[in-house]
Structure formats: C-alpha cells, structure tokens
C-alpha cells in the first residue's frame, strides 16, 4: 500500500525566509508519480508540479524549487523568499502507475498548513 | 473552458436525507474522481471512473454510491446522510496516457454539513 507522510502540521515564518516542506513516501512500486498541490484559503486546490520516478533532477519555477531523492523517498518543497500570498496547506501526493491505463488512484499527505507573516 | 464545477456548493442535510452532488468537467477527461476533505487527514478517495459506465470504490466508499453515465458528469450520491458524512467534497478530473499519471484538476467543493 502507498503512504505519504507529511511531519509538518503546522510551519510559520517571517515574511521574506525561505521555508521548506517536507514530504516522505512509501510505494512498493518502481513506477510512480509525485505532485505537490497547494490549497490557498480560499479552499480551491492548485497543482504545483508532476514527478515521475525515474526523473531525480531537481527543479525550480521562481521561487518554488523541489528536491527528489529516491534514497531518502522524499520529495522536499522549498519556497525561497516567502511572501504571504504562499500562506496556505500545502499537500504532497503519490499515484502508482501501474496499469494500462494509467493514473488511477492519488494518495495523499495529510497536509503542512503555512502561515507566512507579514 | 470552466475547467472541473460542482454543484452545489453547500448543502445542509438532516440524518436520514439522501442528496446527491454533481461534478461536470469540459476538458474531455476519461478519469473522474470524488474526494473528501477532512481536518487533519488530507483528502481521501471515495469513488473514481476510469470511463463513462464505470465506477470503482476508493478508500472509503461506504454510504456513498456514484454513477458516470456521460463522460462529462461523475454524480455522488448519499443515500442517506450520517453526520459522519459531514465534510467538504471535491470531484477531479485527469487525463489518461498509458503508464503515465496526469495531474488532476479539482473542482471548487461542496461543503456539507449533517445534522
């Protein structure tokens, strides 16, 4: 069975500090996708990025970067320079592509709430 | 494009009531699925369609059935509501490749409320 285990309940930091989220996984599988969804107050959720499993390389989108490292199984969501629009709950999730006909079932984290203040 | 929409988007129901929520989708989406949201434990899958007629249970489909007789529309529904039952609904949709896993596009929620 997969699991996604996000520690982090709860993150508060000063406006402008660099913050990071961390998400671990469980999968049985060698063939797997990781995303990051972030849900602001206004309760609607947004996705953030899409990772396979065979892709390791980090990336970074403005000030979003994310850390994949299969060793570990953990998939690491950094903002650099918070600013209070990033205040929200932020969900790490794992799918397990393992039929033919692709995603069929998400797995989330319970969600790290941030709150960045001003 | 409206994207993923969810009608209604609150609803309060008395122990007993049966109601059902409608999710629509306009991006030509084979996957549908139906989530709940609750405090402290993230969203967890309740129902999914891989395709107009079918339906398969999730995580934790008991006191929920679901129909998708059109592509387009994937109906939750309650038979009758419990007040375990209150929490906030999202639908989503994904695309299907072979071996790949889309990301799914959510739909707003509908919060319901049991008494």
């Known amino acids: 069975a997969q699991k996604v285990t996000q520690a982090q309940t709860e993150i508060s930091v000063v406006e402008k500090e660099d913050v990071t989220l961390d998400c671990v996984y469980e999968?049985?599988?060698?063939?797997?996708?990781l995303f990051w969804y972030k849900q602001p107050p206004s309760g609607e959720l947004v996705f953030l990025i899409r990772?396979?499993?065979?892709?390791?390389q980090n990336e970074i989108s403005g000030r979003y970067s994310w850390n994949f490292q299969k060793s570990t199984s953990s998939f690491n969501f950094t903002i650099t320079a918070s600013q209070v629009v990033d205040s929200a709950v932020y969900f790490c999730?794992?799918?397990?592509?393992?039929?033919?006909?692709?995603?069929?079932?998400?797995?989330f984290g319970t969600g790290t709430r941030l709150t960045i203040i001003p | 494009n409206a994207g993923v929409t969810q009608t209604p988007k609150f609803r309060v129901l008395k122990t007993g009531q049966s109601m059902t929520l409608l999710c629509a989708q306009d991006?030509?989406?084979?996957?549908m699925y139906w989530y709940r949201q609750d405090p402290g434990m993230g969203l967890r899958l309740i129902h999914y369609?891989?395709?107009?007629?079918?339906?398969a249970k999730g995580e934790v489909p008991d006191g929920y059935n679901v129909s998708r007789l059109k592509k387009q529309n994937f109906l939750l529904g309650l038979e009758s509501a419990a007040p375990s039952q209150t929490s906030v609904y999202f639908c989503?949709?994904?695309?299907?490749?072979?071996?790949?896993?889309?990301?799914?596009?959510f739909g707003p929620g509908t919060r319901l409320t049991v008494t």
């Open positions: 369609s891989v395709g107009e007629g079918t339906t």
């Open positions: 989503a949709s994904s695309y299907s490749t072979p071996g790949e896993s889309g990301e799914q596009y």
């Open positions: 999968t049985r599988d060698t063939t797997y996708y």
């Open positions: 999730a794992l799918s397990e592509a393992r039929s033919n006909f692709g995603n069929e079932k998400l797995t």
């Open positions: 990772r396979n499993s065979f892709d390791e």
């Open positions: 991006m030509n989406h084979e996957y």
